[in-house]
């Protein structure tokens, strides 16, 4: 796979854990990478964005029930992503992806997709 997540596991609330996403050069070269979750039952959804601005400068994007727990970063020239995961709840448990596509990279825009991470919190 061209998007290969690491770092997931079973931690305690309160815990932290950091993913990892090996994306090769697809950092450099797509606009936009993220991470997305899914829990058993529920619909895939976007947990935080990265975007590449000018001058080599990013942005970033959280949704409401991470903000503040959990960042997103990117290193280009190792070509991974990686998402810090603090304060961790039972309710962060899913399989946690990897995804590379365009602004604003939502669902529909994501080209490529990582194979999964699952994270367990109890």
């Known amino acids: 796979g061209q998007l290969v997540e690491s770092g997931g596991g079973s931690v305690q609330t309160g815990g932290s854990v950091r993913l990892s996403c090996a994306a090769h050069?697809?950092?450099?070269?797509?606009?936009?990478m993220a991470w997305f979750r899914q829990a058993p039952g529920k619909e895939r959804e976007g947990v935080a964005y990265?975007?590449?601005?000018?001058?080599?400068?990013?942005?970033?994007i959280y949704a409401d029930s991470v903000k503040g727990r959990f960042t997103i970063s990117r290193d280009n020239d190792k070509g991974t992503l990686y998402l810090q995961m603090n304060s961790l709840k039972p309710e962060d448990t899913a399989m946690y992806y990897c995804?590379?596509?365009?602004?604003?990279?939502?669902?529909?825009?994501?080209?490529?997709w990582g194979q999964g991470t699952q994270v367990t919190v109890s």
């Open positions: 990265i975007y590449n601005g000018a001058r080599g400068l990013t942005s970033a």
């Open positions: 995804a590379a596509g365009k602004r604003p990279c939502v669902l529909s825009y994501v080209d490529y």
């Open positions: 050069r697809f950092t450099a070269i797509f606009n936009c």
